[in-house]
T-cell receptor, first 116, second 115 residues
Framework: AQKITQTQPGMFVQEKEAVTLDCTYDTSDPSYGLFWYKQPSSGEMIFLIYQGSYDQQNATEGRYSLNFQKARKSANLVISASQLGDSAMYFCAMREGSSGTYKYIFGTGTRLKVLA | DTGVSQDPRHKITKRGQNVTFRCDPISEHNRLYWYRQTLGQGPEFLTYFQNEAQLEKSRLLSDRFSAERPKGSFSTLEIQRTEQGDSAMYLC?????????????FGEGSRLTVL
C-alpha cells in the first residue's frame, strides 16, 4: 500500500508568492517522522524540513513551513515568497520508528516551477 | 568534504554485464541506505544497513542485486546480469541515530545506463 501520496504532479507559482505542496501519508505507527526534500535539476537531494509525530507545533525553517494536520494525516509544505531558485522537484517522505526499523518511504514528487 | 560520496557517477554498460557501485557515507553515520530513482519518480527503497548489518531489503529487489557493508563504513551495490530496466539513478544516503531529526544525507548518485 502506498504510504506517501503527492497528488500534484506539477505546480506553477508566481515569483514572490506563496505556494503549498500537498502530502498525505498513511501509517498505524504512533511514532513517525515526516520530511521534505528538494531535488533541483542538478539531481542532489536537499533536506528542507522535518516534523515529528509528537511535535506540538508546526515546523518552520526560514521560508519553509510544514502544515501538519495529524488527524487528517497530511503534511503540506508551504514555501513563502517563492524565488526562481525554488524551481525543482519536491519530495515528501516518511520514516516509521516504533518497529525498530528506520526505512524512509518517498512520494512520487511535485515539480514546482516559479514564474518570473 | 565530509559529505556522502558515490562512485562512479556515471556507468554505461551492456546488457548482461555486472556493475558495482560504491558509497562512502558521512563518517560518523551508522545507517546507510540505497535507493533507486527513475526519471520523474521518487526514490525507491532498495536496502539499508545499520553498521555492517543489512536490516532490510526491498521485496521488489531481484536476486541479481546484492549489497554489502563489510566493516560498517563504505558500502557496495552490485547488479549482476544487468537488464535495460536497471537503467536508473542509484542513490546512497546515510543518517545518524543520534540526531534529533535523523534526516537522510544523500550522495550525488550513480547513474546507470544499460544498453
Amino acid at each position: 500500500a502506498q504510504k506517501i501520496t503527492q497528488t500534484q504532479p506539477g505546480m506553477f507559482v508566481q515569483e514572490k508568492e506563496a505556494v503549498t505542496l500537498d502530502c498525505t501519508y498513511d501509517t498505524s505507527d504512533p511514532s513517525y517522522g515526516l520530511f521534505w526534500y528538494k531535488q533541483p535539476s542538478s539531481g542532489e537531494m536537499i533536506f528542507l524540513i522535518y516534523q515529528g509525530s509528537y511535535d506540538q507545533q508546526n515546523a518552520t525553517e526560514g521560508r519553509y513551513s510544514l502544515n501538519f494536520q495529524k488527524a487528517r494525516k497530511s503534511a503540506n509544505l508551504v514555501i513563502s515568497a517563492s524565488q526562481l531558485g525554488d524551481s525543482a522537484m519536491y519530495f515528501c517522505a516518511m520514516r516509521e520508528g516504533s518497529s525498530g526499523t528506520y526505512k524512509y518511504i518517498f512520494g512520487t514528487g511535485t515539480r514546482l516551477k516559479v514564474l518570473a | 568534504d565530509t559529505g556522502v560520496s558515490q562512485d562512479p557517477r556515471h556507468k554505461i554498460t551492456k546488457r548482461g554485464q555486472n556493475v558495482t557501485f560504491r558509497c562512502d557515507p558521512i563518517s560518523e553515520h551508522n545507517r546507510l541506505y540505497w535507493y533507486r530513482q527513475t526519471l520523474g519518480q521518487g526514490p525507491e527503497f532498495l536496502t539499508y544497513f545499520q553498521n555492517e548489518a543489512q536490516l532490510e531489503k526491498s521485496r521488489l529487489l531481484s536476486d541479481r542485486f546484492s549489497a554489502e557493508r563489510p566493516k560498517g563504513s563504505f558500502s557496495t551495490l552490485e547488479i549482476q546480469r544487468t537488464e535495460q530496466g536497471d537503467s536508473a539513478m542509484y542513490l546512497c544516503a546515510s543518517s545518524s541515530e543520534t540526531g534529533r531529526t535523523g534526516e537522510l544525507f544523500f550522495g550525488e548518485g550513480s547513474r546507470l545506463t544499460v544498453l
